[in-house]
């Protein structure tokens, strides 16, 4: 497997499970610096991953 390979399918696995985290900072709630800054940050890896993770094979559709 190329490393690019690795680095798409990473991309793609964390753009599916990386919106889990979002629980934890909604529950702990958004009401400060802080905690809008860790909501951002995740928006922003998400985005970045989902980037990243769009040309995985599993993420094509297999409808003909």
């Given amino acids: 497997m190329q490393l690019g390979n690795v ?3 990473a991309g793609f696995w ?3 499970v990386l919106p889990v985290a979002y629980l934890p900072v ?3 709630g958004i009401d400060s610096a802080f905690g ?3 909501f951002l940050g995740l928006i922003a890896v998400n985005v970045v ?3 990243v993770g769009h040309e995985y ?3 094509q ?3 003909h």
């Fill in 7 to 9: 680095v798409t399918a």
């Fill in 14 to 16: 964390v753009a599916i």
């Fill in 26 to 28: 909604f529950l702990a």
């Fill in 36 to 38: 809008l800054s860790v």
């Fill in 49 to 51: 991953a989902l980037v």
């Fill in 57 to 59: 094979p599993a993420s």
């Fill in 61 to 63: 559709s297999k409808a």
